[in-house]
């Protein structure tokens, strides 16, 4: 008892620090979350934005639009707020202390022209958001996308060669073969009269053209059935995906997951997973003798006369894991976009145009059956193919890009430093210093302002980009779906690609229907149905995975 009575002194004191340390800690960070909101508060007054609180800045009046409740992108919170404000060219949406820097917002090109290009105090433009550090798991730690400075210069450096038009027009044969299974997946829906979700077919062909293009690996995602293969609980595309998923949650607000203990060991497990599985094909391609200059995969081809030493290896890693999460997601939500403009051809006066025009442009290219276009393009030799989809197929191409302007899949995110000296706001009437804010190119409302476009904004046109004196009255930088600067995506010439080859080989043989946020009137004659929107997740993905049926076209009884 006495050694325990003894005991009793030692153990308050104890308890007594650890609440002392708890209450110094706990009055850091609220210290901490002071100075931040206080400095976001004192300045920038001169930026339109709503009005913000003393303590809580705009987390309410904007956090209600921009909640992840509302399972939206948060682009139509800003679309918003944007009206509301008399729609300027950019604003400030102050989220401190939540967020330790303000936002500013960017609904017209000539803000972005002189903040994402080079300058004398920033090189290679403004640094990436921290934000970025959430897609480490998927992108890893020496990923182009997140790399800044020379470091990030010497790795553009090295891939740039392999992601050129001419080189990438050579590997049109591979990318015709992966899309004639996809046609062949498309034939079966067809004939089965199914529902199914589009985002999962095109993800699947889109994985099987980069794989094989950076690694020259063939998974056969488009013919492997869930559960099965790299598709398996421990296989590579499943860790990928779940990685993926996973990191959507970040910055989605407050709530469990950011205690949630479980999510990030089964991040860990995945990454182990998809690193594994990477450094193995890696090492085993880069030591390959097998192989000719044609066959080699674009990783091999970058890293040819340099050691295959650790830190190659894990960088070659992390780039590859970057150009599968862009490779597979913005491509496949592109193509989802595509068969979803052509689907309104059904109920649409000027989409059945579209599509007509279209159509029409095909059969004078490839001939007037309605699969022949992947047939004649197998057959022919690089030049000429190259020639057909990039000066034969204007209304196509045009098609493509009016998608990308009404559904941009990914945007950038940058953090100018607090130091920064040069970088200023033209606003009309003074400059004003953006030392310390995110800067956030809203490709949503920039390719939509009906300032910039025209009344018709809103509406899918793809003449416009066929109309010379309509694109010259357009401002630098609007358009700008993969970014400009000298940190434009660098696989833009991939995606374009792949883009018209899927197009020319399903907009005669298909008729695509969307099932559900069609945006019409119910057939009982109720209120109008809300249209498919995306939301956020890692890019920007249609909300219900672009839920469609599939027929056959009349004209399209069977393949050449």
């Known amino acids: 008892m006495e050694t325990l009575t003894g005991l009793e002194p030692k153990l308050y004191h104890v308890q007594s620090t650890l609440l002392v340390i708890l209450a110094l800690y706990l009055s850091y960070r609220i210290s901490q979350w002071i100075y931040k909101a206080y400095r976001i508060r004192i300045r920038f007054h001169d930026i339109p934005s709503l009005p913000r609180?003393?303590?809580?800045?705009?987390?309410?009046?904007?956090?209600?639009?921009?909640?992840?409740?509302?399972?939206?992108?948060?682009?139509?919170?800003?679309?918003?707020?944007?009206?509301?404000?008399?729609?300027?060219?950019?604003?400030?949406v102050d989220l401190a202390p939540v967020e330790d820097r303000g936002f500013l917002i960017i609904a017209e090109p000539q803000y972005v022209e002189a903040l994402v290009n080079s300058t004398e105090e920033f090189k290679y433009s403004i640094p990436k958001s921290?934000?970025?550090?959430?897609?480490?798991?998927?992108?890893?730690?020496?990923?182009?996308?997140?790399?800044?400075?020379a470091a990030w210069k010497a790795m553009r450096k090295r891939f740039n060669p392999f992601f050129q038009p001419r080189y990438i027009h050579s590997l049109t044969g591979s990318i015709v073969s992966r899309v004639d299974i996809f046609v062949e997946r498309l034939q079966s829906l067809a004939k089965s009269g199914i529902?199914?979700?589009?985002?999962?077919?095109?993800?699947?062909?889109?994985t099987d053209i980069i794989t094989q293009l950076t690694i020259a690996q063939d998974f056969n995602a488009q013919s492997t059935p869930e559960g099965h293969g790299e598709k398996s609980p421990t296989g590579l595309l499943t860790a990928s995906r779940r990685l993926s998923e996973m990191v959507y949650d970040t910055g989605q607000g407050v709530g469990f997951h950011m205690i949630d203990p479980i999510r990030p060991l089964k991040s860990l497990f995945?990454?182990?997973?998809?690193?594994?599985?990477?450094?193995?094909?890696?090492?085993?391609?880069?030591?390959?003798?097998?192989?000719?200059?044609?066959?080699?995969?674009?990783?091999?081809?970058?890293?040819?006369?340099?050691?295959p030493?650790?830190?190659?290896?894990?960088?070659?890693?992390?780039?590859?894991?970057?150009?599968?999460?862009?490779?597979?997601?913005?491509?496949?939500?592109?193509?989802?976009?595509?068969?979803?403009?052509?689907?309104?051809a059904s109920h649409s006066p000027q989409h059945a145009t579209i599509l007509s025009r279209l159509r029409q442009e095909h059969d004078a290219v490839f001939g007037p059956h309605p699969f022949s276009a992947l047939h004649v393009l197998s057959s022919l030799a690089t030049a000429e193919s190259e020639s057909i989809l990039t000066s034969k197929l204007p209304y196509t191409t045009a098609?493509?890009?009016?998608?990308?302007?009404?559904?941009?899949?990914?945007?950038?995110?940058?953090?100018?430093?607090?130091?920064?000296?040069?970088?200023?706001?033209?606003?009309?009437?003074?400059?004003?210093?953006?030392?310390?804010?995110?800067?956030?190119?809203?490709?949503?409302?920039?390719?939509?302002?009906?300032?910039?476009?025209?009344?018709d904004a809103h509406l899918f046109n793809p003449g416009r980009w066929l109309d010379?004196?309509?694109?010259?009255?357009?401002?630098?930088?609007?358009?700008?779906?993969?970014?400009?600067?000298?940190?434009?995506?660098?696989?833009?010439?991939?995606?374009?690609?792949?883009?018209?080859?899927?197009?020319?080989?399903?907009?005669?043989?298909?008729?695509?229907?969307?099932?559900?946020?069609?945006?019409?009137?119910?057939?009982?004659?109720?209120?109008?149905?809300?249209?498919?929107?995306?939301?956020?997740?890692?890019?920007?993905?249609?909300?219900?995975g672009m839920v469609m049926r599939v027929s056959m076209n009349e004209k399209a009884t069977f393949r050449p």
């Open 309 to 344: 030493n650790k830190a190659l290896i894990r960088s070659c890693v992390d780039q590859i894991k970057s150009f599968l999460f862009a490779g597979q997601d913005t491509t496949a939500t592109l193509i989802q976009w595509i068969c979803y403009e052509m689907s309104k």
């Open 130 to 149: 921290n934000s970025y550090r959430a897609l480490k798991s998927v992108l890893g730690a020496e990923s182009i996308i997140t790399k800044e400075g």
């Open 399 to 455: 098609f493509i890009k009016e998608t990308l302007r009404l559904h941009p899949p990914a945007a950038t995110v940058r953090a100018v430093p607090w130091e920064a000296t040069s970088l200023s706001l033209p606003l009309p009437s003074h400059p004003v210093s953006i030392a310390g804010l995110q800067i956030y190119p809203s490709l949503y409302l920039i390719q939509r302002n009906p300032n910039i476009w025209g009344p």
């Open 53 to 92: 609180h003393l303590i809580w800045g705009n987390l309410i009046n904007a956090g209600e639009r921009l909640k992840p409740s509302l399972k939206r992108h948060p682009d139509y919170g800003f679309e918003e707020i944007w009206r509301d404000l008399g729609e300027p060219g950019c604003f400030l």
């Open 468 to 544: 010379d004196a309509y694109l010259a009255r357009l401002p630098l930088g609007a358009y700008r779906p993969f970014e400009r600067g000298p940190r434009n995506c660098i696989g833009q010439e991939l995606a374009m690609l792949e883009g018209r080859v899927v197009l020319v080989s399903v907009a005669r043989g298909f008729v695509f229907e969307k099932v559900g946020l069609t945006g019409r009137a119910v057939v009982d004659g109720g209120e109008k149905e809300r249209e498919v929107w995306s939301e956020h997740a890692v890019t920007s993905v249609p909300v219900d």
């Open 195 to 206: 529902t199914f979700k589009m985002a999962d077919y095109a993800q699947d062909l889109t």
């Open 270 to 307: 995945y990454e182990s997973i998809f690193d594994h599985k990477l450094t193995a094909i890696l090492k085993a391609s880069i030591s390959s003798t097998d192989i000719t200059s044609e066959s080699k995969s674009i990783t091999q081809l970058a890293v040819s006369g340099l050691s």
